[in-house]
Nanobody
């Protein structure tokens, strides 16, 4: 499975961005999908994950209530709607595919990583 993230950019604090991650070369609907991020000088951290069916989602506490993950299995795409952005959300955002959302939220069970997309939030 190949994953291609897009939608990053520069936005002012309080603004919004929508990230997309398009999959190819596999059965997208079989996988749990997730978003992770890595800020400069920090380790990569979990942001959100969604079950293959879309019925279960998890969020990091730092983004809960501001970010929304969704997926369209017909389009083989997962989205991350990011609202009320803060400077501390600045990072490279990566999408990932795995087996179980419960594992992915711990940073485990990742089968595939996409290349990241840069999100920069100015104050």
């Amino acid at each position: 499975v190949q994953l291609q993230a897009s939608g990053g950019g520069l936005v002012q604090a309080g603004g919004s961005l929508r990230l997309s991650c398009a999959a190819s070369g596999g059965t997208f609907s079989m996988y749990a999908m997730g978003w992770f991020r890595q800020a400069p000088g920090k380790e990569r951290e979990f942001v959100s994950t969604i079950r293959w069916s879309g019925t279960t989602t998890y969020y990091a506490d730092s983004v809960k209530g501001r970010f929304t993950i969704s997926r369209d299995n017909a389009k083989k795409t997962v989205y991350l709607q990011m609202n009320s952005l803060k400077p501390e959300d600045t990072a490279v955002y990566y999408c990932a595919a795995g087996g179980r959302v419960e594992s992915m939220r711990r940073g485990d069970g990742i089968d595939y990583w996409g290349k990241g997309t840069q999100v920069t939030v100015s104050s």
